[in-house]
């Protein structure tokens, strides 16, 4: 199944379970259920989000993420150091026995 179909399939039935527990407007709660994620089924988001921009000559320049963990102490990250972060990320993978098509997903806290 695409991941568009299953995407879809998967919004539907969370919008469905959570109707009653939030208070939405009508018109939201109408625009939700319709909601589909326009994603073709073989996507890469990381070249959609990274990999384009990193491949950009100012790509070193151009800031991608901006960490703050506290007031006084904060980590900015370019499109390259990214890119350079997320082949690592690739290679490790890779080394784990992860293939091209296989899915990955990554959980990280809500902090």
């Not at 100012?58 to 993420?65: L, Y």
């Not at 972060?85 to 809500?110: F, T």
């Amino acid at each position: 199944m695409p991941v568009s179909q299953a995407s879809d399939s998967a919004s539907s039935q969370l919008a469905a379970a959570n109707a009653h527990v939030w208070d939405w407007p009508p018109a939201y709660a109408r625009l939700m259920q319709a909601f589909r994620w326009q994603v073709p089924e073989h996507f890469n988001i990381a070249q959609a989000c990274c990999g384009r921009w990193a491949a950009l000559p100012d790509a070193t320049k151009n800031i991608a993420i901006c960490a703050y963990k506290s007031r006084a102490e904060s980590t900015f990250y370019s499109y390259a150091q990214l890119q350079l972060e997320a082949n690592q990320l690739s290679h490790a993978l890779a080394a784990m026995g992860v293939q091209r098509g296989d899915r990955v997903a990554l959980v990280l806290p809500q902090c």
